[in-house]
């Protein structure tokens, strides 16, 4: 009862909400384009973790009140921070099954999140949670083994088969640490209508290195399907120069352009540079992302006089009739690249091609 009475609720209450607006910002620095991962080592995530130690400061009487209820009603940073205080408790994992079974979607994927990014739980306990009878703890489970690549056992086999999606592709991805006999499973899910299992199928085949992969990422590509934007990358990391006119000409079809134009920049290759310079005129993402791709490709930077203006700024309202409905109006993080001018850049290009004498 002591203990209770020296717990400082308001300061608890300041870590939970510095560290749910922390971990938002850590998730969007760790895909940040400006920042290195020591810079975001150093930064958000330092001042997350001090917060995330200071909840569990609190024990018992904290766990109790302030985090449970974090799991059941906070924002999804919150449930996150609140899950990870939770899991470096003894019984922190019998909490957090709690709010997976009980929890919303959001929340659930929150906390998720915390279980794979967590030291707390051992690895037993994780396959242990395999044999649960619900399927999002299992799922959560698949996820958390699959981030730290851990193997789940023979158990994996039963998931791979399994027509549920959501327990299917968390299974893929645990996959490529496997000890099982999993090509038949990982090869027959390259062909699934659901996207997200097929994506997590191709994935876990070339890191498993299975023939099959890059034959089904090339059919993909040729067929503009949706799915196709995570073998494009891996296509132009594969480094066979036949597959470069397949890049390029997905830079065309208007779902993968985005993807098409980040492929190249693994690519490398000089010869795709005008395709960027074209992309470069188009709309102010895909002029960012060619601008990238431009720069990883020549090491030349978009900087100085080689940045436009702000088109997203001077843009004429876009009519009803042209307007992209299926658009994300949420900015990426490619909305923090520099701007290119085309102009510039070509200029820029032609002048390094010829005091290099490249053609």
């Known amino acids: 009862m002591g203990a209770e009475r ?3 609720w308001d300061v608890l209450e300041e870590h939970l909400d510095e560290a749910g607006f922390l971990w938002q910002r850590w ?5 940040s384009p400006q920042l290195l991962a020591r810079q975001v080592d150093e930064g958000d995530e330092a ?14 009487a904290a766990a109790d009140g302030l ?22 408790r003894p019984d922190g994992l019998a909490r957090l099954r709690a709010a997976l079974v009980d929890g919303e979607a959001e929340r659930r994927e929150a906390a998720t999140r915390a279980l794979a990014l967590s030291r707390g739980p051992a690895e037993r306990a994780l396959v242990a949670l395999l044999d649960d009878g619900d399927p999002a703890v299992v799922a959560a489970a698949l996820e958390a083994l699959a981030f730290r690549r851990l193997d789940p056992g023979p158990i ?16 893929l991805r645990a996959a490529p640490s496997s000890s099982q ?4 499973l990982v090869e027959r899910a390259m062909g699934a209508r659901d996207g997200a299992l097929k994506r997590s199928a191709l994935e876990a085949a070339l890191r498993l290195g299975f023939r099959a992969a890059l034959p089904e990422c090339r059919r993909l590509v040729e067929a503009g399907d949706p799915c196709a934007d995570r073998a494009l990358a891996m296509l132009a990391q594969g480094g066979d120069p036949a597959d470069v006119p397949r890049l390029t000409r997905a830079v065309e079809v208007k779902s993968l ?19 960027l310079l074209a992309a470069m005129e188009g709309d102010a993402r895909s002029a960012r992302l060619a601008g990238e791709a431009f720069s990883a490709i020549t090491g030349v930077p978009i900087a100085g006089e080689l940045v436009a203006e702000d088109r997203e700024q001077a843009d004429e309202p876009v009519s009803f009739e042209d307007e992209d409905l299926d658009l994300d109006l949420l900015p990426g993080p490619e909305a923090e690249l520099p701007l290119p001018d085309p102009s510039a850049v070509a200029r820029a290009w032609s002048a390094r091609k010829a005091a290099s004498g490249t053609r």
């Open 47 to 60: 001042r997350l973790l001090a917060h995330v130690e200071g909840l569990a400061v609190g024990g018992s």
């Open 181 to 184: 006999p999993v090509r038949a």
């Open 257 to 275: 352009r985005a993807s098409a134009l980040i492929a190249l920049g693994y690519c490398g290759r000089a010869g795709v540079v005008d395709v």
């Open 6 to 8: 020296q717990v400082l």
């Open 156 to 171: 994996l086999l039963r998931f791979l088969a399994s027509e549920d999606a959501a327990l299917a592709a968390p299974a």
């Open 67 to 88: 985090l449970e209820a974090a799991l059941r009603e906070g924002e999804a940073g919150e449930v996150s921070a609140a899950a990870l205080a939770l899991l470096a």
């Open 27 to 31: 998730e969007l620095a760790l895909v």
